[in-house]
């Protein structure tokens, strides 16, 4: 069983923030972080970050204090953050360092990624007729899923509804509003069957983590909450992703499926186990593909659990609880780490007014993105 | 619409033979994973021993969406959100070869299904060169959606 666990954790509220850079919004979150574990910045031993967009994640030890630590910077996709955590929980676990910092920050621009052909090994021609969108994968992948699951419009808008209604108490989202399923049903339609209030925009945001393990994890201030496993994987042939101008009939489960089954055996947890998960809702479906994608449920069981609620913060399994992409953006170097600062407010019982009832013990956190990575995390009391 | 009197949009993505429009794929000698458009090595086995392959005209429908905004240029050839008309995209099952992603030329919901029978054709590529094609799939005649 891991010996690493989170002591300590740090926002900075994701949104839009003028005039305040990634590398700003990294260090407030470090040393909230920093203040959250009790931990002296001298203190950390190792430290791993990175963003997508707003800069190199070690330039942030000069506003934290030049201590000479080793500092790995992570460039990852969307799996950046995820790469960083797995990196510190290697080095503690191999006992290299006893505390170690994560941080993961982004700042982008308005308006919808623009990924050009040429970046990704395809000709103009596939961007100049018009099928470089990552929405429309995302559309096309749960439209596939839809007819073979029997999964309906009204549950893609009751992903997005609950989204909003946690992000509603979260202070530290971007978008508070509550939307009815009706409102989100009929905004515009941007790629059928998803509609724009069933998409993240790009965002911005930073979150650190205080990790420990050993004797400085027992003597942490607060309630530790374990960090039993960190796995991670990248396609298979066959696995339907984005930007593929033909892809096999042979095919291939999605990376998530043995990130998670890696991340579970590891942890010696099972999916039944769970007690609640942050998982990758870049768009509605994506939450709804993910979540038996992760073995959390079966394929096609997810029409009747999210339509009887068991997803909502009152629910068996609360997923998303403080409001996920679609309510708190996707600052890509951040997200991940959002999924496990999220988890240790659940696990101690610190989340509030969205604090889901009752005891829950193990958590999960998964994040996907292109051109087809995948990370999972298990945590636990 | 047909390619004699058109410009491709790209070398090596479709060809007239015999009298046909076809796509040209790529199959691994090795072990027959086809590719569209063809490449140089094998994305199953890492072969580098490929052919090209003429792919099926008729397949089925395998998923759809309909690309209801104007995307942004560039990469998109069109850079004029105010006269931009929806278009489909989808993934075409070619039996026993490879799934291809092509533009639709029907780009209404309630005209489109996972599973229907479409054929291959041409359509003009968005830009300004009114000669210049690319490729698509139709709904086959007489299917109902
Ligand atoms: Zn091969």
Redesign the pocket.
């Known amino acids: 069983m891991s010996d690493v666990g989170v002591i300590g954790i740090g926002i900075h509220p994701f949104g839009r923030h003028p005039g305040v850079s990634g590398l700003d919004m990294a260090a407030v979150a470090a040393r909230r972080a920093l203040a959250d574990a009790g931990v002296r910045w001298e203190e950390i031993e190792f430290a791993a970050g990175g963003s997508d967009a707003a800069g190199n994640a070690d330039t942030s030890v000069a506003v934290l204090g030049l201590t000479g630590i080793p500092f790995i910077n992570v460039k990852n996709g969307c799996a950046t953050g995820a790469s960083a955590l797995a990196t510190a929980h290697a080095m503690l676990s191999a006992q290299t360092a006893d505390v170690a910092l994560v941080v993961g920050f982004d700042k982008h621009p308005p308006g919808a990624f623009n990924p050009l052909p040429e970046d990704w090994g395809l000709g103009a021609w596939y961007g100049e007729t018009g099928m470089m969108l990552t929405t429309q994968f995302f559309a096309m992948k749960i439209q596939r899923y839809m007819s073979e699951h029997g999964i309906t419009a009204s549950t893609l808008a009751k992903v997005a509804a609950k989204a909003f209604r946690n992000g509603a108490s979260n202070p530290n989202a971007w978008r508070r509003k509550p939307l009815s399923e009706q409102e989100i049903l009929s905004s515009r339609m941007l790629n059928h069957p998803l509609t724009q209030y069933m998409f993240c925009s790009p965002g911005e945001g930073a979150v650190a983590l205080v990790l420990a393990r050993g004797q400085r994890l027992r003597d942490a201030a607060s309630r530790p909450v374990y960090l039993r496993s960190v796995a991670f994987r990248t396609r298979r042939f066959g696995s339907f992703e984005v930007f593929s101008p033909s892809i096999p009939i042979e095919s291939a489960p999605s990376p998530t499926v043995e990130a998670a089954a890696a991340a579970f055996e590891q942890a010696g947890i099972g999916p039944d186990d769970v007690d609640i998960a942050q998982l990758q809702d870049t768009e509605s479906g994506a939450e709804i593909m993910h979540l038996a994608e992760s073995g959390l449920c079966q394929h096609g069981e997810q029409e009747l659990l999210i339509q009887s609620g068991a997803t909502e913060l009152s629910g068996r399994l609360p997923v998303n609880t403080d409001g996920g992409c679609l309510a708190n953006g996707e600052p890509i170097g951040a997200s991940g780490l959002r999924q496990v600062h999220e988890i240790v407010l659940q696990l101690r019982g610190e989340a509030a007014e969205r604090q889901a009832p009752g005891p829950r013990r193990v958590g999960f956190t998964q994040v996907y993105g292109a051109p087809g990575v995948s990370a999972c995390a298990v945590l636990s009391r | 619409m047909s390619l004699a009197a058109a410009r491709p949009i790209a070398d090596g993505l479709f060809v007239e033979a015999g009298g046909e429009l076809r796509l040209l794929g790529s199959e691994?000698d090795?072990?027959?994973?086809v590719t569209f458009p063809g490449q140089a090595s094998?994305p199953?086995?890492?072969?580098t021993d490929?052919s090209d392959r003429l792919l099926a005209r008729r397949g089925t429908l395998w998923t759809w969406t309909i690309q209801a905004f104007a995307p942004k240029s560039p990469p998109y050839a069109v850079d004029d959100p105010e006269a931009f008309e929806p278009y489909g995209v989808g993934y075409v099952e070619l039996p026993g070869e490879v799934r291809v992603e092509a533009r639709l030329t029907v780009a209404d919901p309630d005209q489109l299904r996972t599973g229907m029978a479409m054929e291959l054709t041409l359509i003009p590529a968005p830009g300004v060169e009114p000669d210049v094609v690319t490729y698509a799939f139709r709904p086959v005649d007489g299917e109902a959606p």
């Open positions: 691994c090795r072990c027959g994973a094998c199953r086995c890492t072969s490929v």
